[in-house]
């Protein structure tokens, strides 16, 4: 009988720790804004192959850089499994680049949303600092329906030629994130312009809180790294896009994936994949 009793014992608690253990495949690509110069990897042939990698790579939750409205839309299309959030950079409406997170719906219900710039006045569009275009951050807070757990996802671009404005934009991000979303969980992912050497990087790898998934992966999936400019041999090894996490999250995996098709690339810059648990 004791034995009976201790057989299900174990068993329920073994049911329980399997419903609350969640898995979750997360996912930042800058998937490279619409430029009808880019001759031989217009948007109108990548379209469909972004929407694929999303799909065939299972993404819960993917940080989008760069995408125009219309590409947005156009991914939304051909993912009907999907919704977004994010706002254009220049108008806060959909004019410019936006920094928008997709995410599954059936699995998840938005709480709260919004967006910040990266500026000394980060409440409406505007760039900050010496920074060469307006640059925005998004977020969401997000429920898991069946864990029921709540946990926030943060999705920025910095730029590309202020060093000022990447440093102070690092800043302003943990700032933000602390006001915003408390104690909760965190993951912050974006393209960040800086390698595991900047300051702007360093700044949040140091920082109490958030760390880099790449470092707490136990083999990262690293063949390249993770800009590629639509070259077909790109030289630099240097990761510029990252996943941050806080506690409790946890990471299984960790890649950059070097997806192609017919030798040509999605994007000028591979997106990378951080699959978690909590």
Request: proline share 4%; with cysteine; net charge positive.
């Amino acid at each position: 009988m004791k034995k009976t009793r201790l057989v299900v014992l174990l068993c329920m608690l073994l049911a329980g720790f399997l419903v609350q253990a969640q898995n979750l495949v997360t996912g930042s690509f800058n998937i490279r804004y619409a430029n009808q110069n880019d001759t031989g990897n217009l948007w109108v042939d990548r379209a469909p192959v972004c929407a694929a990698l999303i799909r065939f790579h299972q993404f819960d939750i993917v940080g989008t850089q760069e995408g125009l409205r219309h590409q947005l839309d156009d991914l939304q299309n051909a993912l009907p499994g999907y919704a977004f959030y994010g706002l254009g950079r220049d108008d806060a409406k959909t004019k410019g680049e936006h920094s928008a997170i997709f995410y599954k719906k059936d699995r998840f219900l938005v709480k709260d949303s919004g967006d910040f710039w990266l500026s000394e006045k980060p409440d409406a569009p505007g760039w900050g600092w010496d920074a060469k275009h307006n640059r925005i951050c998004t977020w969401l807070k997000l429920e898991d329906k069946k864990a029921k757990k709540i946990f926030y996802v943060f999705n920025v671009h910095y730029d590309h030629q202020g060093v000022v404005a990447r440093t102070e934009s690092s800043k302003l991000i943990l700032k933000k994130i602390q006001a915003i979303a408390g104690k909760n969980p965190v993951v912050l992912m974006g393209d960040f312009n800086g390698n595991h050497q900047s300051d702007w990087y360093l700044q949040i790898q140091n920082s109490s809180n958030l760390k880099d998934t790449y470092t707490l992966a136990k083999d990262p999936y690293v063949n390249n790294g993770s800009f590629n400019s639509f070259r077909p041999f790109p030289k630099s090894k240097d990761i510029i896009d990252h996943i941050f996490i806080s506690k409790p999250f946890k990471v299984i995996r960790y890649g950059v994936l070097t997806d192609t098709y017919h030798g040509k690339f999605p994007s000028d810059h591979y997106p990378v994949l951080a699959e978690l648990s909590y």
